[in-house]
């Protein structure tokens, strides 16, 4: 099992980013999978998730409104496109899998990819 994540940067307060992650090893049909982050000297905070079959999404309050998760299951890729970037959003973001959704959203799965670092700032 892999999660190859990309596409994070610097960016300015008010920009975008889109965050991917390609899988392999299992197929997202059915294993949820989602995004969690980590702030310098913070914990992790489960920031969107996205489930197997019926392609619930869930969402931090902090983004609700400025990210959108998505997915492609011909390509075996999740996305994450992030507007309105704030300073706050500056994090590690982890592309993670599991089997159960809640595992995701808790930061607690079983399946980690490397992170790719968001840095927003002016």
């Known amino acids: 099992v892999q999660l190859q994540a990309s596409g994070g940067g610097l960016v300015q307060p008010g920009g975008s980013l889109r965050l991917s992650c390609a899988a392999s090893?299992?197929?997202?049909?059915?294993?949820?999978i989602g995004w969690v982050r980590q702030a310098p000297g913070k914990g992790r905070e489960g920031v969107s998730c996205?489930?197997?079959?019926?392609?619930?999404?869930y969402y931090a309050d902090s983004v609700k409104g400025r990210f959108t998760i998505s997915k492609d299951n011909a390509k075996n890729t999740v996305y994450l496109q992030m507007n309105s970037l704030k300073p706050d959003d500056t994090a590690v973001y982890y592309c993670a899998a599991d089997l159960d959704i809640r595992t995701v959203v808790a930061g607690t799965s079983d399946y980690w990819g490397q992170g790719t670092l968001v840095t927003v700032s002016s």
């Open positions: 090893g299992f197929t997202l049909d059915d294993y949820a």
């Open positions: 996205i489930s197997s079959t019926t392609g619930t999404t």
